[in-house]
Nanobody, 122 residues
């Protein structure tokens, strides 16, 4: 069983920055894939960024490329999502999730955190 706990969500103004954290437990931290997803009201959950814990694979949604950075800290068993130049359209609940293989498909992720709210005001 894998447990994921997100933190770091907040309300910020457009142009601001936030760093989300995903604490991972219950699996060998050096293997597998962690993805960040988001879901805005009335919209489907969408892939934001993903990273293999070996760091061989790293992907971003086109909407966040150049603004968001995903990274991991093995010593802390934590994956981060640094979000810069935030826009109102980034407002959503952000989730981290775990998968065995690299993927941006929601259905490939077996374990999910509870989510953290990010609100960006314009």
């Amino acid at each position: 069983q894998v447990q994921l706990v997100e933190s770091g969500g907040d309300a910020v103004q457009a142009g601001g920055s936030l760093r989300l954290s995903c604490a991972v437990s219950g699996r060998t931290f050096s293997s597998g894939t962690i993805g960040w997803f988001r879901q805005a009201p009335g919209k489907e959950r969408e892939f934001v960024a993903g990273i293999t814990l070996s760091e061989v694979w790293r992907r971003y949604a086109d909407s966040v490329k150049g603004r968001f950075t995903i990274s991991r800290d093995i010593a802390k068993n934590t994956v981060y999502l640094q979000m810069n130049s935030l826009k109102a359209e980034d407002t959503a609940v952000y989730y981290c999730a775990a998968a065995d293989s690299p993927s941006w498909a929601t259905e490939e992720y077996d374990y999910w955190g509870q989510g953290t709210q990010v609100t960006v005001s314009s």
